[in-house]
Nanobody, 121 residues
């Protein structure tokens, strides 16, 4: 089994910054793409950013320049640096990790529990 632990959410004023973390642990053989999604109340869950195992990144067009995704050298923790936050960034942020378990040849998506980000004065 894989466990994802998210942290770093909270309340921040407009223009402020937050850094989210998502650490994967368990019987992991390899980690492929790691992503952040967000879901605002009453809306669908949308992709924020993705980083591949080689470090290639992809962002939602509306977030380029303000958000930065990265991962650690062990490639089991993904981060999301969010700058110049706006009220419309308020949402629950979820990480998703594509994992190959030990002794397995298949890849499986795992989701974090979500962390609330609220941007308000």
């Amino acid at each position: 089994q894989v466990r994802l632990v998210e942290s770093g959410g909270g309340l921040v004023q407009p223009g402020g910054s937050l850094r989210l973390s998502c650490a994967a642990s368990g019987s992991i053989q390899s980690v492929s793409a790691m992503s952040w999604y967000r879901q605002a109340p009453g809306k669908q869950r949308d992709l924020v950013a993705t980083i591949s195992s080689s470090g290639r990144t992809n962002y939602a067009d509306s977030l380029k320049g303000r958000f930065t995704i990265s991962r650690d050298n062990a490639k089991t923790t993904v981060y999301l640096q969010m700058n110049n936050l706006k009220p419309e960034d308020t949402a629950v942020y979820f990480c998703k990790v594509v994992v190959q378990m030990l002794l397995s040849t298949t890849w499986t998506d795992y989701w974090g529990q979500g962390t609330q980000v609220t941007v308000s004065s």
